[in-house]
Structures are given as structure tokens and as C-alpha cells.
């Protein structure tokens, strides 16, 4: 009767382990200062990073309601807890836990790839609202994804752990339009079904979910081939 031998667990140094802390510090750091900019200029009627204005015209509850339902702002979110959680501990692991990771490496990366294809050509920021499109829209995506891709910890991520991930961004696309069919306010103009009409906006939609469906499989294909400084 044969018995597998598996090789003993190395535990990472601490070097290693440092390193991970502080880049995610960073990413956490870089989100937060971002997001206290766009607070003041929301109250203030500055220009946001996600459309280059702020429509002064609604009450300030309704201008807070809109930045903090745009999928920028949502994302960068979902990356900032989860940055700073990995700042505290870089090999934390969980069933919910994986799902959050993998949720905010998908919604980010998807965020970073939108702003840069679909967005930017048609705003022109200055200021700072484009030091907080730059922390949002590059900073952020990049440098969360080249954190994963050096630190991990891989692998992670199961087919269970990516369809759970897609629940929070169908759930955000289905908001987006039923919200936009009673206020006629969308967050982003490739999703307005006023001007696009909703099969036009639907098909955008499933355009970007494709694209996510995508880069969802590379992540899982990462995860499970490329090895990691951090591992148990």
C-alpha cells in the first residue's frame, strides 16, 4: 500500500510578508485620498472622476447617491476593505473571503479596461478631478492586480468562488437600469438606455460582461498555474 509524500509548507519570510503589507497599504492609502477629493467635490460642485461634472441642479443627498452608485466608486470600495483586511493579514482565506478577493480583482480590472477604452476619450479632466480619476482609474486597478499577481496568496479560486463573484455586478446592472427607468439618470453614457435605447444599453452591458466573463477565466487560470511569494 503506497502513501503520497506531499512536500512540507514553507512558511513565507517575513520579509516577504512585509512587502505584501505595504503594498496593499498603499493601494488602501491611494483609494481613501482619492475618495475624501471626490467627497469634497461633490459637495462643493467640482467636476467627478467618473463624467468630469457634478450636477448642481440636484439636492446634495441625490449628487451622493449617484457618485456612490457608479461602479468606479463601488469597485474601488470593495478594494479598498479588502486592501487594508490584507494589510492586517496577508494570508487571510475564507469560502466568503475568496469570493470578496476575487470580486474586487474582477470589478477593478473591468474598471480600469471601461475607463480606459469607453470613458476617457470623452471627458477632458483637469485639476483634481483628474488626480482622482488617475488614483481610481489606474493607480488603483493596476496596482491591485500586479499586488495579486506577485503576492497571491494562489491559488484561491474555485468555479463556486467565480460564480458567486458575478452576483454583486449582475446585482449593480440590474439596479443601474431599473433606477435609470424611474429617474432617467444612468451612470455612465454607454449604459444610458434614454439616448441608447434599452436594447442598445443592454447590449453594452453584456458586451462589458463578456469581457468580465473573460477576464474571470484568466484570473482562475492564473490562480491555479503561476506560483506566489505569499502561500501556506
Known sequence: MSTTVHPPQVAPSAAVVTAS????????????????????LVITGGADARSGGVDMSVGLATRFAR?????????????LAVSVLLAIDPLRDGRLWRVARLDALLSIVITGIVYAVVLAPQVNLTGWALVI??????????LTLGAW???????????????WAFLWPLAWVVFTFI???????YPYPFLDATQLGFDGAVRNALMVLVVAIVFAVLLKLVDRVLPAALRR
Do not use: D, E, K
Request: proline fraction near 5%; charged fraction near 10%.
Open 21 to 40: 503589507r505595504v503594498m496593499y497599504l498603499l493601494i488602501a492609502v491611494i483609494i481613501a485620498i482619492s475618495l475624501v477629493i471626490q467627497i469634497v
Open 67 to 79: 457618485i456612490f452608485s457608479a461602479f468606479t466608486i463601488l469597485s474601488n470600495l470593495i478594494v
Open 133 to 142: 480619476t488617475i488614483g481610481f482609474h489606474y493607480l488603483s486597478p493596476w
Open 149 to 163: 499577481l506577485v503576492f497571491g496568496p494562489r491559488p484561491r479560486f474555485t468555479r463556486s468562488t467565480v460564480a
Open 179 to 185: 433606477r435609470g427607468g424611474i429617474t432617467g439618470w
